[in-house]
């Protein structure tokens, strides 16, 4: 850890430092590294990010999810050997508030930490999707006859905005983790992660800008694909289980209708699945959308009431164990979706 702080101070000092005290601080560094030491490590928080990251990184260092396939992301929660190993890790990409264990673990590590959310302009979050103390509350709320009585009566003279229920709790500014399924926003993020490894290695032929220039131009197609894609749909409402869409509705200029807001482990109340199918109706919407991991019993709640279908939008969060999907084709499924939900022609 020390000596990846010494290489900090090398890159945010290089402007004034005389070139003999950067040799010396990198000398330092390499008389008590391994042989590897000049190939960068990057630890992700989360699938996505770790994409990007390999993606910029290529077989020119190692990068390592924290988050292991199959397991929700935001129910992580950091082994001992994570922790030490974000400590002497060149990078770690994470998502301030998306899982508390991270942002514990890299509070120590300075510049070392990149906060995705930092790069972009965030919108405010899908009702604090992803805040644990709030799925606490509400799965004692299950068993409680209060179930949220409080939040529907407030709503009643307040309901010209229903996301004030929710943040009632002090979390006022809760930013919408979900940037990459913005593909603007992931080019942002491989950008800037290589710019962040060109100050990590003296190594002049890597190819992290390179890489990340490659991973912009995909991402560019991608993005021109759900552009025309979804020029032309029958409905721009977005009816989704879980708010997990709010940066890709955004872009495709679509507006993101929640059912149960919260986390995709709570249940919504009565209310809520009365609010959405009501919306399904008056809006004359096809499909309700649910995640793969998440059971679909929202969404089919829904649809029985409304009519309307169900399909799966992957919010992308986490990769099934032993998946061969990548970013790119869990994107191009979504597309898929979308275009035969709303439906587009
Ligand atoms: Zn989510």
């Given at each position: 850890?020390?000596?990846?702080?010494?290489?900090?101070?090398?890159?945010?000092?290089?402007?004034?430092?005389?070139?003999?005290?950067?040799?010396?601080?990198?000398?330092?560094?390499?008389?008590?590294?391994?042989?590897?030491?000049?190939?960068?490590?990057?630890?992700?928080?989360?699938?996505?990010?770790?994409?990007?990251?390999?993606?910029?990184?290529?077989?020119?260092?190692?990068?390592?999810?924290?988050?292991?396939?199959?397991?929700?992301?935001?129910?992580?929660?950091?082994t001992p050997q994570q922790i030490a190993s974000i400590q002497d890790a060149d990078l770690v990409l994470y998502i301030?508030?998306?899982?508390?264990?991270?942002?514990?673990?890299?509070?120590?590590?300075?510049?070392?930490?990149?906060?995705?959310?930092?790069?972009?302009?965030?919108?405010?979050?899908?009702?604090?999707?992803?805040?644990?103390?709030?799925?606490?509350?509400?799965?004692?709320?299950?068993?409680?006859?209060?179930?949220?009585?409080e939040d529907h009566s407030d709503e009643k003279h307040s309901d010209e905005d229903h996301s004030d229920e929710d943040?009632?709790?002090?979390?006022?500014?809760?930013?919408?983790?979900?940037?990459?399924?913005?593909?603007?926003?992931?080019?942002?993020?491989?950008?800037?992660?290589?710019?962040?490894?060109?100050?990590?290695?003296?190594?002049?032929?890597?190819?992290?800008?390179?890489?990340?220039?490659?991973?912009?131009?995909?991402?560019?197609?991608?993005?021109?694909?759900?552009?025309?894609?979804?020029?032309?749909?029958?409905?721009?409402?977005?009816?989704?289980?879980?708010?997990?869409?709010?940066?890709?509705?955004?872009?495709?200029?679509?507006?993101?209708?929640?059912?149960?807001?919260?986390?995709?482990?709570?249940?919504?109340?009565?209310?809520?699945?009365?609010?959405?199918?009501?919306?399904?109706?008056?809006?004359?919407?096809?499909?309700?959308?649910?995640?793969?991991?998440?059971?679909?019993?929202?969404?089919?709640?829904?649809?029985?009431?409304?009519?309307?279908?169900?399909?799966?939008?992957?919010?992308?969060?986490?990769?099934?164990?032993?998946?061969?999907?990548?970013?790119?084709?869990?994107?191009?499924?979504?597309?898929?979706?979308?275009?035969?939900?709303?439906?587009?022609?």
């Amino acid at each position: 850890m020390k000596i990846q702080r010494k290489r900090i101070v090398v890159k945010s000092a290089v402007t004034i430092a005389s070139a003999a005290l950067a040799t010396s601080a990198l000398s330092a560094c390499s008389s008590t590294s391994n042989a590897d030491d000049s190939q960068p490590s990057v630890l992700a928080a989360l699938y996505p990010l770790q994409f990007a990251a390999q993606s910029v990184v290529g077989d020119q260092g190692t990068v390592e999810n924290l988050t292991p396939p199959g397991v929700d992301s935001h129910d992580l929660e950091l082994t001992p050997q994570q922790i030490a190993s974000i400590q002497d890790a060149d990078l770690v990409l994470y998502i301030k508030g998306f899982q508390p264990a991270v942002d514990d673990a890299v509070s120590s590590i300075g510049d070392r930490a990149l906060n995705v959310t930092d790069l972009v302009e965030t919108i405010e979050g899908g009702e604090n999707s992803h805040d644990h103390s709030d799925e606490d509350h509400s799965d004692e709320k299950h068993s409680d006859e209060d179930h949220s009585d409080e939040d529907h009566s407030d709503e009643k003279h307040s309901d010209e905005d229903h996301s004030d229920e929710d943040h009632s709790d002090a979390e006022q500014s809760a930013v919408d983790p979900h940037v990459w399924l913005d593909p603007t926003m992931m080019a942002t993020i491989g950008a800037a992660v290589a710019e962040q490894l060109a100050g990590t290695t003296d190594d002049s032929s890597s190819n992290f800008v390179a890489n990340s220039d490659q991973l912009t131009n995909e991402l560019n197609t991608l993005d021109e694909e759900w552009k025309s894609g979804t020029k032309e749909c029958t409905s721009r409402d977005l009816v989704v289980a879980h708010e997990a869409f709010g940066y890709l509705a955004a872009r495709y200029n679509f507006e993101q209708m929640g059912v149960n807001g919260l986390s995709p482990e709570t249940e919504p109340s009565p209310t809520a699945i009365a609010r959405a199918a009501d919306f399904v109706k008056d809006n004359d919407v096809k499909t309700i959308y649910y995640e793969s991991v998440a059971a679909p019993e929202v969404a089919q709640t829904v649809a029985d009431e409304t009519g309307a279908e169900t399909a799966v939008l992957d919010p992308i969060e986490t990769l099934p164990a032993g998946s061969d999907a990548d970013y790119f084709s869990l994107m191009r499924g979504n597309l898929d979706a979308v275009k035969t939900g709303q439906p587009c022609s």
